[in-house]
């Protein structure tokens, strides 16, 4: 009895308020958002909402059977059990899973009842991570990285064959954790160029200039790379006279480029080709004659962005599909394309833009009533939020979640367990992806991708999940307290 008047002392009882009040807005604005003129009860099981308030019982109870269990079985040889578990039954869904709107990642289990395992990975996923590096952490070789990433990858490559790329793409959020535990910041940088590069090979390769002779793209990604050089050779490697050279050859390059242009038409590609080719040279050079290795890196960087920036073209043309394109062309603002992939943003723009700065009011919302905005109660939850509170409601809505993610990462960095502390993470990187990503695509500064905003979007697996997610860490908190009142 002592030990559960602990537990229950030890809670964090305003994170679990936070939950609370997220769950009940999350309902009510699943209510508005499938709300029609002849319904008449939240209640009503035959719509989302009343179907939503049986998921919220039961994560309510999921959530109550959590805080009952040991915490030391979730830091045992049980999370690798459950890793392999879900593992398993991902694979098993790709082939018994029907197939819904393209997607094999539903399993009926029934006529009332369908669950998503991927939203479940994120669970497992989070689990085995932290038990492998709160065993592995101080003692990271090359090995213990490609079995680190083995661990995120694995669920995330059976998930796309799922069709399920949304979902998948939230598992990188774990690289945020790895740089939390010790990752090279540079190895962040390096992902985060890489994603300017593809957008600027995708954005602007079809824009020709020089009558068609020249790729845009392909120039200003190519001018990125060598500014990169310059910069890191300044600044990190501090060796600023080579840098100087590097930028007055370059300099030189596109000068003669531009001469020779005045007499003979020739593409600018190629001057972009040959100084990424002699600065290749020119380091090597360097290395050679000084019998240096400080810009061994730099050259591998070199090739390997070359090597993204021919690949970029062949993973947007021939590995993307069409509709994804063109959401990534429509956010790029390469297409407009309002009566197919863009519609459901710009519906949701109008939405959000009418609801003015208080907001239409709880169930007046037109644009939701009208159902123009498609899956406006699951990923596109937030335009109701907008329509029906306008500016101050959304705020409040984002400046609860903002709390809320703080909250976690205070409750995470109070851990004296390392796998605490690391799971705090995975639960505060994960739902930092789905809060980023999914208000980001509803407002079209992202592509769309298809995951939904934590507790406010219709669905009884993502509800599970996320509070699976939390109470876990609330637990493992719990007994943080528990042992620190009685030492």
Request: glycine fraction near 8%; charge should be positive; hydrophobic fraction near 55%.
């Amino acid at each position: 009895m002592s030990r559960d008047i602990s537990i229950k002392q030890g809670i964090d009882w305003v994170t679990v308020f936070m939950y609370v009040v997220m769950v009940i807005a999350g309902w009510l604005s699943i209510y508005g958002a499938s709300y029609d003129f002849d319904q008449s009860s939240i209640f009503d099981f035959g719509n989302r909402a009343g179907k939503q308030f049986v998921w919220i019982l039961t994560a309510f109870g999921i959530a109550g059977l959590l805080m009952l269990i040991d915490d030391k079985v979730y830091n045992s040889i049980v999370s690798n059990f459950i890793y392999i578990a879900v593992t398993l039954l991902l694979i098993v869904t790709i082939f018994i899973a029907p197939d819904i709107k393209g997607s094999h990642s539903w399993i009926r289990l029934g006529s009332f009842l369908s669950i998503q395992p991927a939203e479940f990975a994120k669970i497992a996923t989070a689990l085995a991570v932290s038990r492998f590096l709160a065993t592995n952490g101080k003692n990271m070789d090359w090995k213990n990285y490609v079995l680190l990433l083995g661990i995120t990858l694995l669920p995330l490559v059976i998930i796309i064959l799922q069709k399920e790329t949304g979902s998948a793409l939230v598992l990188l959020a774990f690289f945020l954790v790895f740089y939390r535990e010790g990752m090279k910041g540079l190895i962040l940088l390096l992902g985060v160029f890489a994603i300017v590069l593809f957008i600027v090979i995708v954005r602007f390769g079809e824009i020709p200039i020089q009558e068609g002779k020249s790729d845009l793209g392909i120039i200003i990604a190519f001018g990125a790379i060598l500014l990169v050089q310059v910069v890191y050779a300044f600044f990190v490697q501090k060796a600023k006279k080579e840098a100087l050279w590097l930028l007055g050859i370059t300099i030189a390059i596109a000068a003669v480029t531009a001469i020779i242009n005045i007499w003979i038409i020739t593409s600018y590609n190629y001057a972009a080709y040959f100084a990424i080719a002699a600065s290749v040279v020119y380091w090597v050079v360097i290395e050679l004659v000084k019998h240096s290795r400080k810009f061994r890196g730099l050259i591998l960087f070199i090739i390997g962005a070359v090597l993204f920036c021919f690949a970029a073209d062949y993973i947007f043309d021939s590995i993307l599909k069409p509709h994804q394109q063109t959401r990534i062309k429509v956010v790029l603002n390469m297409e407009d394309d309002l009566s197919g992939a863009g519609y459901n943003v710009n519906q949701s723009k109008i939405a959000i833009g009418s609801g003015g700065l208080l907001g239409k009011g709880f169930l007046n919302g037109t644009q939701t009533k009208l159902k123009y905005v498609p899956e406006q109660d699951t990923d596109f939850i937030f335009c109701t939020v907008g329509e029906e509170f306008g500016f101050v409601g959304s705020s409040l809505v984002l400046i609860l979640f903002m709390v809320f993610l703080l909250r976690i990462i205070h409750i995470a960095e109070r851990q004296r367990e390392t796998f605490n502390r690391i799971y705090g993470y995975c639960v505060v990187s994960i739902f930092f992806f789905h809060i980023m990503v999914n208000i980001g695509m509803v407002l079209g500064l992202m592509p769309v991708i298809g995951i939904p905003l934590p507790f406010f979007s219709y669905g009884g697996s993502s509800l599970w999940a996320f509070t699976i997610l939390l109470f876990i860490l609330l637990r493992l908190d719990a007994s943080r307290s528990s042992r620190v009142r009685y030492v």
